[in-house]
Nanobody
Framework: QVQLVESGGGSVQAGGSLRLSCAGSERTFVRYNVAWFRQAPGKEREFVAAITWNSVFTYYANSVKGRFSIGRDGAKNTVYLEMNSLKPEDTAVYYC????????????????WGQGTQVTVSS
């Protein structure tokens, strides 16, 4: 089981930017595919972005495509989510995810999760 710690959340005005980080507890973190999900109050957890272990492939939800960018730094065991042109509808708790198997846009039992970091975007 991989321990994941998110950071970088906060409160910004619409149009602003934030950079979230997800630090993995193991050196083998570099071998894992990693995804970001988010959950707004009263809504289900939804997929945001994902990156393969070798950074060859990245995937984005349509709602964030062109505004968010996912990347990773193997030397730091960290995956980043760069969020630009933030909108009030981006307000949510953002979670880092290491899937049990292949990357998926749906959360599954057995996936590893961080504790989440709050992002609040005001209009």
């Amino acid at each position: 089981q991989v321990q994941l710690v998110e950071s970088g959340g906060g409160s910004v005005q619409a149009g602003g930017s934030l950079r979230l980080s997800c630090a993995g507890s193991e050196r083998t973190f570099v071998r894992y595919n990693v995804a970001w999900f988010r959950q707004a109050p009263g809504k289900e957890r939804e997929f945001v972005a994902a990156i393969t272990w070798n950074s060859v492939f990245t995937y984005y939800a349509n709602s964030v495509k062109g505004r968010f960018s996912i990347g990773r730094d193997g030397a730091k065991n960290t995956v980043y989510l760069e969020m630009n042109s933030l909108k009030p509808e981006d307000t949510a708790v953002y979670y880092c995810n290491v899937p049990l198997g292949a990357l998926s846009t749906n959360p599954r039992p057995g996936d590893d999760w961080g504790q989440g970091t709050q992002v609040t975007v005001s209009s």
